[in-house]
C-alpha cells in the first residue's frame, strides 16, 4: 500500500508543479502550442509516470528518475553564452549546417552556409507565435497525450524546440545538424518539443547530437513529431552522448505519405538512461521506413528502444536492425511492434535484434511483435542475445592477433551491419571511430567538453 | 623444432589424446593419419592451444620453450601455424584487415616495422598468386560466403602471408578437387625448406603424392601406433584402416 502512495506521489509532485507555474506556462506562449496544453495536462493526471504494469514501460522503470528534486525552467532565459564559442563539433569534413538548443530552448546563433530558400529552421515557439499556420495543421496530431504520459507530460510543459519546415520539391544537400546541450546550474528537469515538416518531394539530412556540458543531474523528456509528404526523403540521425546522470525520454513520431522514404539511425553511446520511442505510421503507399540502432552498455546504463511501425497502407516496406552490446551490470531491452492493419496488402515487413552480452551481469529483454490483420504480408522478425563467438575469437587468436584486438574486431564487427547504413560518409567515419573507441573501453567522447562518464 | 613427450589432453571430461610422443626436426615433413575419432584434430587443437581440451599429462616443447603454457597468439607469433579443417566465417572482419593485422602482429614480435600500405598490398598479390587464389578479397568478411575450395585456399594463402616454422595442416585436402589440391599442395611446397617444418594431417594417400612426406605416423585410439616412411601412408590406402585395428586390437 505504501508503495501505491509513494508512486502516486510522485505524480502528484508534477501535478502539483504544474498548477503552481501554470500561468508562466501559458503566459507569453503562443495559443497553438495553449490550445493543447489543458488537454495533455488532464490526459498526464489520469495516466501518471508510468509503471512497469504499463506493458510499454515493463522493462525499463522510470521511477527512480522522476524522484528527483528538480528545476524547471518555464520562460526563456537570456541567452547567456554563445553556443558557438564554447563548443565546436569536431566532426572533420562534416561540413553541415548547424544550430543548438540549450536545455531545450533554441538558441539564436549563426551557422555556417546557408539553408535553400523557404527553409525555415528556427525556434518553434518564435515560429508559433509569428506563423501559427505553420504550425498548428501538425502540432499534437501524432504525438497522442491521451495514449503516452510521456508525450502528455511534454505537451503539457512544452515550451520551444526546434522547427524545422522544407517546402515542396526543395532539396537540401547540405545536412542540417542540431546539436542538443544540456547545461543547466542544478539538477534540471527539460522539456523539448520540436517539429519537422517536409513537403512533397523535399529532401533532407538531418543529424541530432545530445550532449551534456556539465555534470550536473539531467531528466530531459522530448517529443518530436515528423511528418512527410509525398516522394519526401528524410534522414535522421541521433547520436546519443550524454553523461551517466542524465535520463533521456526520447519520443520520435514520423508520419509517411505515398513513396516517402524515412531512415532513422540511432547510435546510443553514453546515457544513464536512455528510452528511444519511435512511432512510424505509413500512411501512403510504398511508403518505406527504415529503422537502425546500436547501443554501447556498461556498468548501470540502460537503454531501451520501444519501436512500432504502423503499416496503415498497402505496398509499404519497414526494416529494422537494432543492435546492443552490453557490459558490466548494464541492462537493455528491445521491444519493437509491427503492424499490419486490414487492406495494408503486399506489406513487407523486417526486424532484426541482435544483442551481444559481454558479462555475466549484463541482462538484455527483447520482445517483437507482430500484430498482423491483412492477409497478403511478408514479415519476418529475428532476435538473439548472445555472446562473442569463441570459434571466431580461436580463429584470429590462432593467427596471432592478441585476445584484446581479437575481441574488439568481432565487436566492432557485430556492429558493422548498423554503422554501414549511415549515409552521410563523415558521420559514418567519426561514428566508425566513436564505436571503435567506445568499444575500447575508451570514452567515445566527440567533442572537448566537461564530460566523464565514470559517474 | 616440437616434441611432444607422452602427451594426454581430454576434451569435456573425455580423454582423447592417450600418451603422445612425436619428435621433429626442422625441415622434415610428418603426415599424421588414422581413422575417424583417433584424436587427429585433438592433437592439432591442443598444439594450436583452443581452451577446451585440457592437457592432463606430458609435455611439449616448441623451438626449445614450453607451448602448453602459451597463448594462442603467441604460439603464432613465434611460428606455429593451424590450417583448421573448419575454418570459421567472421562476418564483418575485413579479410584485408584481418591479413594485415595478422602480418603486422607477428612482424612486432620479431621487432621488425609494420608494413605499409603498399608492401602489404604488394605481398598480399604475390601469395594470392602463389596459391592461385581468384577469390577477391576486398570487401569480403572472413571466410564469409567463400566455398569449401575457397575457404582452404584461403588458409594456405594466410600461410604464405606468415611463413611459419612450423605449419599445421588438419585435412586440409577434405573437400578438394584435385586441381585445388594440387594448388594447396604448391603452397605448402613452396614453403619447404630446411628451416620449416609441417604436420600434414589426411585420411587420405593422394595429398601425400603431392606433398611427400619424411614420416608417415598413424594414430589410433589416441596414440601413434605406427611409424614408418612415405610407403606407409600407400599401405594404408590398400589395406584400410581395420588392419591396424585387428592388429592393435578394439
Known amino acids: 500500500m505504501s508503495v501505491l502512495v509513494e508512486k502516486a506521489d510522485l505524480s502528484l509532485k508534477y501535478i502539483a508543479h504544474y498548477n503552481k507555474v501554470k500561468e508562466l506556462l501559458f503566459e507569453g506562449s503562443p495559443g497553438v502550442l495553449n490550445a493543447q496544453r489543458k488537454k495533455a495536462f488532464q490526459n498526464f493526471v489520469m495516466q501518471g509516470i508510468p509503471t512497469r504494469k504499463n506493458e510499454n514501460y515493463k522493462y525499463t522503470n522510470l521511477h527512480p528518475h522522476f524522484l528527483h528534486d528538480f528545476k524547471f525552467v518555464h520562460q526563456k532565459e537570456g541567452q547567456k553564452t554563445d553556443p558557438n564559442a564554447i563548443f565546436h ?90 546539436i542538443n546541450f544540456l547545461e543547466a546550474a542544478e539538477t ?40 512527410v509528404g509525398e516522394n519526401a526523403n528524410l534522414d535522421y540521425y541521433v547520436l546519443q552522448n550524454q553523461h551517466n546522470h542524465t535520463t533521456n525520454i526520447n519520443s520520435v513520431f514520423v508520419e509517411q505519405e505515398r513513396n516517402s522514404v524515412v531512415t532513422s539511425h540511432t547510435s546510443s553511446f553514453h546515457g544513464g538512461l536512455i528510452r528511444n520511442n519511435m512511432k512510424f505510421v505509413l500512411n501512403g503507399e510504398n511508403a518505406e521506413a527504415n529503422m537502425f540502432g546500436m547501443a554501447f552498455l556498461d556498468r548501470k546504463q540502460h537503454v531501451d528502444n520501444f519501436t512500432q511501425i504502423i503499416h496503415e497502407k498497402p505496398n509499404c516496406q519497414s526494416n529494422q536492425v537494432y543492435k546492443n552490446v552490453l557490459d558490466n551490470e548494464a541492462t537493455g531491452a528491445f521491444s519493437g511492434l509491427i503492424h499490419v492493419v486490414r487492406d495494408a496488402q503486399n506489406t513487407n515487413a523486417f526486424q532484426q535484434n541482435n544483442n551481444l552480452l559481454l558479462s555475466d551481469e549484463a541482462i538484455m529483454q527483447t520482445k517483437p511483435q507482430l500484430i498482423i490483420d491483412a492477409d497478403d504480408v511478408k514479415c519476418s522478425h529475428g532476435a538473439t542475445v548472445g555472446q562473442i563467438d569463441e570459434e571466431a575469437l580461436f580463429y584470429l587468436r590462432a593467427r596471432g592477433i592478441n585476445e584484446d584486438k581479437a575481441r574488439l574486431m568481432m565487436m566492432n564487427a557485430f556492429m558493422h551491419e548498423v554503422v554501414q ?35 | 623444432m616440437l616434441s611432444i613427450k607422452n602427451l594426454y589432453a581430454s576434451v569435456d571430461g573425455q580423454e582423447i589424446l592417450k600418451g603422445i610422443n612425436l619428435e621433429i626436426k626442422p625441415g622434415e615433413v610428418h603426415a599424421i593419419m588414422g581413422p575417424n575419432g583417433s584424436g587427429k584434430s585433438t592433437l592439432a587443437n591442443v598444439l594450436a592451444g583452443k581452451q577446451e581440451y585440457e592437457v592432463t599429462a606430458g609435455e611439449v616443447t616448441f623451438l626449445g620453450e614450453n607451448l602448453l603454457d602459451k597463448a594462442p597468439e603467441i604460439r603464432a607469433k613465434e611460428g606455429l601455424f593451424l590450417s583448421f579443417q573448419y575454418p570459421v566465417e567472421i562476418p564483418g572482419v575485413p579479410m584485408a584487415n584481418f591479413i594485415k593485422s595478422a602480418v603486422n602482429e607477428h612482424r612486432i614480435h620479431r621487432g621488425e616495422k609494420e608494413l605499409t600500405a603498399g608492401q602489404f598490398l ?11 587464389m581468384k577469390t577477391k578479397l576486398t570487401n569480403r568478411s572472413v571466410n564469409e560466403g567463400f566455398s569449401g575450395g575457397e575457404k582452404k585456399k584461403n588458409e594456405i594463402f594466410q600461410m604464405a602471408m606468415l611463413e ?35 604436420i600434414v594431417i589426411t585420411h587420405y594417400q593422394r595429398l601425400l603424392d603431392y606433398i611427400v612426406p619424411d614420416y608417415v605416423h598413424i594414430l589410433y585410439k589416441g596414440r601413434i601406433v605406427k611409424t614408418a616412411g612415405k610407403e606407409l601412408a600407400l599401405e594404408l590406402e590398400e589395406k584400410g584402416y581395420d588392419w591396424i585395428k585387428s592388429e592393435k586390437g578394439n
Open chain 1, 188 to 227: 534540471s528537469f527539460v522539456t523539448q518539443r520540436n517539429l519537422v515538416v517536409l513537403e512533397s518531394g523535399a529532401e533532407v539530412k538531418l543529424i541530432l547530437c545530445d550532449h551534456t556540458l556539465n555534470l550536473n543531474r539531467y531528466l530531459c523528456n522530448s517529443v518530436t513529431e515528423i511528418f
Open chain 1, 89 to 178: 563539433c569536431d566532426v572533420p569534413q562534416l561540413d553541415s549546417y548547424v544550430k543548438t538548443v540549450t536545455n531545450g530552448w533554441f538558441n539564436e546563433s549563426k551557422s555556417e552556409g546557408s539553408l535553400p530558400k523557404g527553409v525555415i529552421l528556427e525556434s518553434l515557439e518564435k515560429v508559433a507565435a509569428e506563423q501559427p499556420e505553420l504550425i498548428e495543421k501538425y502540432y499534437s496530431k501524432i504525438a497522442k497525450t491521451e495514449t503516452d504520459s510521456m508525450v502528455a507530460l511534454n505537451t503539457a510543459f512544452a515550451k520551444d524546440g526546434y522547427f524545422l519546415y522544407i517546402p515542396k520539391n526543395v532539396v537540401c544537400e547540405q545536412p542540417i545538424q542540431l
Open chain 2, 122 to 132: 604488394k605481398l598480399m598479390r604475390e601469395k594470392m598468386e602463389l596459391v592461385e
Open chain 2, 164 to 198: 611459419p616454422k612450423l605449419a599445421i595442416l588438419d585435412e586440409t585436402d577434405s573437400g578438394l578437387d584435385i586441381d585445388a589440391l594440387k594448388t594447396v599442395a604448391n603452397g605448402v611446397n613452396a614453403l619447404k625448406s630446411p628451416e620449416h617444418s609441417a
Open chain 1, 421 to 455: 547504413k549511415i549515409k552521410v560518409e563523415a558521420l559514418r567515419d567519426r561514428i566508425d571511430e566513436l564505436v571503435e573507441r567506445r568499444l575500447n573501453g575508451e570514452v567515445a567522447k566527440c567533442h572537448e567538453c566537461a564530460y566523464q562518464c565514470e559517474v
